[in-house]
């Protein structure tokens, strides 16, 4: 058909031709209408699906986002619980740091005010032994010369011949005043301000010239002694009293053992200290007594003044050294350490 010609029913060749085509204009216009329906039909259903999908993916994320927020929940209470873990640990190694701390204190505490009652005692011991010495000092004098023309008149008299009766008396008397004048030497020792004259020296030289002597002390009580010198330097000591120290920790150490029992004496160094020990095997000291040696007139002895080892403590003063007693049921040994000497040397 000529594209000139109208769509008027004058323009068709025939009506059937005419109503064709307006039938086709009408069915096109419907299929065109049903086209955008579908249209609108499949954009709507797009939509849905797209929600559809796009509320699946989120619903799906959401599952993941919440496993994943499960996942770091758990590895955050894993995490806490091993920091916890750790902290306690850290904690526990800590506290045990700080008992250590404190036992380490506690301990050097302990040891501080052992060590002040041991000072306390020691300075209550030399306070009464400077008393005594200071008594000593002040009525020796006095109380040796009338002595002395006691005993002079004494042996005059028994050496007479119409007294010779009572020469046994005599010589009791005599040996009494020896003895009190030998008491009173000891007193004297006894005093704070005596005069010491120190020298430096070997301590191993002079108990090497002593052992003689102490060995035939124990000899002739069925005893033995031992010196057992070690290395050892110099120090400073007044001879005599170092000397009257020595023997009286010998004897003491002898007097209190059984027959066959034996003194060990030895020297060492003990840091920048020089000790000498007196060991001997007897039954031990009683723990009641430890803490009253030293003390004047307190002795165990039958016979004895109870000034021997106040002499021991006074001398040891006097050379700022120290007395230590170890004691047990298999013996006793009595330790005199000895500081390092000072640089001036004494003469």
């Given at each position: 058909?000529?594209?000139?010609?109208?769509?008027?029913?004058?323009?068709?060749?025939?009506?059937?031709?005419?109503?064709?085509?307006?039938?086709?204009?009408?069915?096109?216009?419907?299929?065109?209408?049903?086209?955008?329906?579908?249209?609108?039909?499949?954009?709507?259903?797009?939509?849905?699906?797209?929600?559809?999908?796009?509320?699946?993916?989120?619903?799906?994320?959401?599952?993941?986002?919440?496993?994943?927020?499960?996942?770091?929940?758990?590895?955050?209470?894993?995490?806490?619980?091993?920091?916890?873990?750790?902290?306690?640990k850290e904690l526990k190694a800590e506290r045990h740091s700080l008992q250590g701390m404190i036992d380490d204190r506690t301990k050097e505490l302990n040891h501080e005010v052992e060590k002040r009652k041991r000072i306390e005692l020691e300075v209550a011991k030399l306070e009464r032994l400077n008393v005594i010495?200071?008594?000593?000092?002040?009525?020796?004098?006095?109380?040796?010369?009338?002595?002395?023309?006691?005993?002079?008149?004494?042996?005059?008299?028994?050496?007479?011949?119409?007294?010779?009766?009572?020469?046994?008396?005599?010589?009791?008397?005599?040996?009494?005043?020896?003895?009190?004048?030998?008491?009173?030497?000891?007193?004297?020792?006894?005093?704070?301000?005596?005069?010491?004259?120190?020298?430096?020296?070997?301590?191993?030289?002079?108990?090497?010239?002593?052992?003689?002597?102490?060995?035939?002390?124990?000899?002739?009580?069925?005893?033995?002694?031992?010196?057992?010198?070690?290395?050892?330097?110099?120090?400073?000591?007044?001879?005599?009293?170092?000397?009257?120290?020595?023997?009286?920790?010998?004897?003491?150490?002898?007097?209190?053992?059984?027959?066959?029992?034996?003194?060990?004496?030895?020297?060492?160094?003990?840091?920048?200290?020089?000790?000498?020990?007196?060991?001997?095997?007897?039954?031990?000291?009683?723990?009641?007594?430890?803490?009253?040696?030293?003390?004047?007139?307190?002795?165990?002895?039958?016979?004895?003044?109870?000034?021997?080892?106040?002499?021991?403590?006074?001398?040891?003063?006097?050379?700022?050294?120290?007395?230590?007693?170890?004691?047990?049921?298999?013996g006793t040994t009595f330790l005199v350490r000895f500081p390092q000497p000072e640089s001036v040397i004494y003469s």
């Amino acid at each position: 058909m000529p594209a000139t010609r109208y769509y008027r029913i004058e323009d068709w060749e025939s009506i059937e031709e005419w109503k064709s085509f307006i039938d086709m204009k009408i069915e096109l216009k419907e299929l065109k209408a049903e086209r955008l329906n579908l249209q609108r039909m499949v954009n709507d259903r797009t939509n849905e699906l797209k929600q559809e999908v796009d509320k699946r993916e989120l619903k799906e994320l959401e599952e993941q986002r919440l496993g994943l927020q499960r996942i770091v929940d758990d590895r955050e209470r894993e995490l806490k619980h091993e920091a916890e873990k750790i902290e306690l640990k850290e904690l526990k190694a800590e506290r045990h740091s700080l008992q250590g701390m404190i036992d380490d204190r506690t301990k050097e505490l302990n040891h501080e005010v052992e060590k002040r009652k041991r000072i306390e005692l020691e300075v209550a011991k030399l306070e009464r032994l400077n008393v005594i010495g200071q008594l000593a000092a002040g009525l020796g004098h006095e109380v040796r010369n009338p002595m002395t023309t006691i005993r002079g008149f004494l042996q005059m008299l028994q050496n007479k011949t119409d007294l010779l009766t009572y020469k046994s008396y005599f010589d009791l008397m005599i040996e009494e005043l020896d003895r009190t004048n030998s008491i009173i030497s000891d007193f004297l020792s006894l005093a704070k301000n005596k005069q010491t004259e120190l020298k430096r020296q070997s301590l191993n030289n002079l108990l090497a010239n002593l052992f003689p002597l102490l060995l035939a002390d124990a000899y002739t009580q069925g005893k033995n002694c031992i010196f057992e010198p070690g290395d050892q330097a110099d120090v400073d000591i007044d001879t005599n009293e170092i000397t009257q120290l020595v023997l009286n920790f010998a004897r003491n150490g002898l007097e209190s053992m059984s027959k066959d029992g034996c003194l060990t004496i030895k020297t060492f160094m003990e840091g920048q200290n020089r000790v000498v020990s007196f060991k001997d095997e007897g039954m031990g000291i009683n723990p009641e007594h430890i803490s009253k040696l030293g003390t004047p007139f307190f002795t165990t002895k039958e016979s004895g003044t109870g000034l021997g080892l106040s002499m021991c403590y006074s001398i040891a003063d006097r050379h700022r050294a120290q007395i230590e007693v170890e004691t047990g049921s298999d013996g006793t040994t009595f330790l005199v350490r000895f500081p390092q000497p000072e640089s001036v040397i004494y003469s």
